[in-house]
């Protein structure tokens, strides 16, 4: 059976070990969903400047056929 100053000793261990162990593994739990994050950011801008591009050109294409009086692709008879 432990003594009042083994129980001391234990708990002033676990003081000192337990928090270091704890805050690597967050550390690295931290770092892998940083990584993640910029990842899934860097993605969902390009996707906002590729949707920006297309928004775009789609007003040029409508502009561009209504001057050439060519009927749009979604009004042609094989998309109805």
Same mark, same amino acid.
């Given at each position: 059976m432990l003594t009042y100053n /083994?129980? @001391? &000793?234990v708990r002033q261990i676990i003081k000192d070990e337990v928090p270091a162990i704890v805050d690597k $593994? +967050? /550390? &690295?739990i931290e770092i892998k969903i940083d990584r993640v994050l !910029?990842? +899934?950011t &860097?993605? /969902?801008q390009e996707h906002k400047l590729t @949707? $920006? !591009?297309l928004n775009k #050109?789609? *007003?040029r294409m409508v502009k561009v056929e !209504? *001057? #050439?009086k060519i009927p749009s692709p979604s009004e042609s008879v094989i998309f109805t």
């Open positions: /083994d129980e @001391q &000793r $593994a +967050v /550390d &690295r !910029k990842i +899934v &860097r993605t /969902d @949707q $920006a !591009k #050109l789609e *007003k !209504k *001057k #050439l």
